[in-house]
């Protein structure tokens, strides 16, 4: 397998991030919160906003973009204290190298200094992303029943966080 190499999205990047995107919405849709006909109807200028307000980091194994993550500041004066860690999504052929906890490692990286604390949320039966983010430092701190409710039947969600200081 050729050497995973993370980097922050930018204007070029914007096809390759659409497909990813769509990809990850489509083959795991109890994973995001957004429904795959919502963001395949919309227009690439979308996702190129998306990536513009930022920051998105990818994960390319070559010129091949094999996995994404984003990352934002929460408003307001009493919780810009905090982010969150989003969309994380690796296409299946690179699940189990380096390129999940390089993405990760990379909102980490970005976040020191700027909030104290990274949040995120997954989806509770998936055990394998639960101890990923075991692994990473992320600890569980409460459980939101039925979050998303995907072809009738409901996902709960973790609620996990790192603190950086």
Known sequence: MTEITVRRLGEADVEAWRELRLEAL???PEAFGSPLV???AQPLGFFADRIARGPIW??????EMVGSVGFFVCDGAKR???GVLWGLYVREAV???AAAGALVEAVLD???GTVEVVQLSVDADNRRACRFYDRMGFLAYGLERH???VGGR???EELRARFLT
């Open 38 to 40: 919502a963001e395949a």
């Open 110 to 112: 970005h976040a020191r």
């Open 95 to 97: 699940r189990g190298s």
């Open 58 to 63: 990818g994960a390319f194994s070559g010129m």
């Open 154 to 156: 409901y996902h709960d």
């Open 26 to 28: 489509e083959r795991h």
């Open 80 to 82: 810009k204290h905090k």
């Open 147 to 149: 979050a998303l409710k």
